[in-house]
């Protein structure tokens, strides 16, 4: 069926949802840092979806036509890897949460999503200037 949203609108959605996911689980280990027993957790999504989009190492896409995006992706099928942080060890305090480690882990993801809120933004901009702009 054709649609007057892009393609990648979908998978922009996708990955918003799975960086806003990480903030929440960042912000969980923020919040937990001083119970005792608590092991820090991490939301990691990028292999898999580099994997689904079938782009190599260096983040190149193989398809050379179609819009670059392979046609067997789909984003409502692709969840992230929730890490629990769970490994038995000796020495205790190891799996305690890092605030640096969180911190900077949170600072790299709202910048992330905030691009990837420019590249949506950006996409209904140029709707709306279609719309606008095309009954002239």
Do not use: C
Not at 28 to 53: G, H, I, P, T
Request: avoid cysteine; glycine fraction near 8%.
């Amino acid at each position: 069926m054709k649609t007057i949203f892009s393609s990648n609108l979908g998978l922009l959605g996708k990955v918003m949802d799975l960086h806003m996911e990480r903030q929440n689980v960042v912000m969980s280990n923020l919040a937990n840092q001083d119970v005792a027993a608590y092991k820090a957790r991490s939301l990691d999504f990028e292999k898999e979806l580099q994997s689904a989009l079938n782009t190599g190492d260096r983040g190149k896409v193989t398809r050379t036509s179609a819009g670059h995006m392979p046609t067997a992706f789909n984003a409502a099928g692709f969840e992230g890897n929730l890490e629990m942080g769970w490994k038995p060890r000796v020495v205790q305090g190891l799996d305690s949460v890092n605030m640096e480690k969180e911190m900077s882990v949170m600072a790299k993801n709202t910048l992330m999503y905030n691009a990837l809120t420019d590249l949506t933004k950006k996409s209904f901009e140029g709707l709306q200037k279609v719309i606008v702009d095309g009954g002239k």
